[in-house]
């Protein structure tokens, strides 16, 4: 008796899950590499983020070590401001010393205070470099 209980609230909150329609933003490539920069000594990469989201305009980039410490890096705008179903590409510069310490790069959605319907949810998407 229990247990179909159980079974039948198990289904019942699992189909309102899937009911809910949940939007983010992307972010390519997955496993991003540097290149050599145009200046020695310095590396660099490029990020496309790509806004799903109608509530969100801005979003900020970040590189992170594998104990999620922020490092310092140079790029355009570190906050892009993207519409909704736009895309951008960023190109980020780091110090070649730098290259080894560097694991995660993400964006991470803004959220405005000053909008009457303000987001509940931010959104961050990391990709992992690899070797």
């Known amino acids: 008796m229990y247990s179909t209980i159980m079974n039948k609230l198990l289904i019942v909150f699992t189909l309102l899950f899937l009911s809910v329609p949940l939007v983010a933003h992307e972010m390519v490539p997955t496993y991003p590499k540097w290149k050599t920069g145009i200046y020695p000594g310095i ?11 109608k509530d969100v305009e801005y979003y ?3 590189l992170f070590d594998k104990d999620w410490n922020p490092i310092y890096f140079v790029a355009d705008y570190k906050v892009v401001q993207l519409k909704y179903l736009s895309s951008a590409s960023i190109d980020i510069y780091i110090a070649r010393e730098e290259k080894d310490r560097v694991e995660y790069v993400c964006s991470r959605s803004k ?21």
Not at 113 to 123: G, L
């Open 43 to 53: 590396l660099t990469t490029t990020v496309e983020i790509f806004n799903k989201r």
């Open 111 to 131: 959220i405005r205070t000053s909008n009457e319907t303000r987001t509940a949810i931010s959104s961050r998407i990391c990709s992992r470099f690899k070797e």
């Open 60 to 62: 900020e980039i970040g």
